[in-house]
């Protein structure tokens, strides 16, 4: 089994450190972590150090810490722009996204969406869905945390925007193309559009095509939309040959 990854601030500059807070709290209480078993130290943005159990105390872990290493960001980078799934499917799709390799994940209120984020509700929302891409991101041993943009959530227009940059797709199942077949970009940015429920409409497919998007489809069956962007990623990742 491959040692468990913390998240810190910052990674150790001397060859000891001491793991506190609520990591630390994790590590020594509730995985119980012992003297001499190793974990990895990571920073979210692409530094990695391996460490080793140095001594135990009540919610936190002195550490002696070894090799160190940076993983470069990838290229192109792979967003998904997730309209707002019901009830907890949209964490079920932040989770499997983050563990599959999204960057980014963008909240999106689609006309169709059931849920709705406004105000407190959306802040506390979006933090739900940043709090599972880190837990995710521990989980899968990555290297780099995913963001999940938006104030909290983006509106068609502010989407059709961030469309225009890069290589950008959305889902649709009357789309003749397919992502597997189409022409990707060898760097820079590629997003994927994936509706609510209820799908996405004729006035919202028209808005992204004008900003330069390609419609396209996965296969002939009708993904959910809790599983729709982690199956897009999946073919990216074949394509790309990441996988």
Known sequence: ?????????????????VLTGP??????????LRVGQGLLLGDGR?????????????????L?????????????RLVVVQGLPKGERGELAVQSMTEVGV???VPWAAARCVTQ??????????????????EAMKQARRSWLPSVAGAPVESTAIV????????????????????TTVGLPAA??????????????????????????RAVRLGDSVLRTSTAGVAALSVLNARLDRW
């Open 103 to 105: 960057d980014e994940i």
């Open 64 to 76: 002696a810490v070894g090799e160190r290493w940076l993983t470069p960001a990838a290229d192109p």
């Open 1 to 17: 089994m491959s040692d468990p990854l913390f998240l810190v601030d910052a990674l150790p500059t001397g060859d000891s450190a």
């Open 46 to 62: 692409g530094g990695i150090a391996r460490a080793r159990v140095a001594a135990v105390a009540r919610g936190e872990l002195e």
């Open 23 to 32: 990591e630390g709290h994790h590590a020594a209480t509730v995985q119980r």
């Open 160 to 179: 059709a925007d961030r469309l225009r940059e890069g290589a950008s797709f959305v889902l649709h199942e009357e789309a003749t193309d397919r992502l």
């Open 188 to 213: 820079g940015v590629i997003t994927v559009v994936v509706g609510p429920e209820g799908g996405i409409t004729a006035d919202e497919l028209a808005a992204f095509a004008a900003a330069g998007a």
């Open 117 to 134: 984020w406004r105000g407190e509700r959306g802040a506390k929302a979006r933090g739900k869905w940043a709090a599972v891409a880190r």
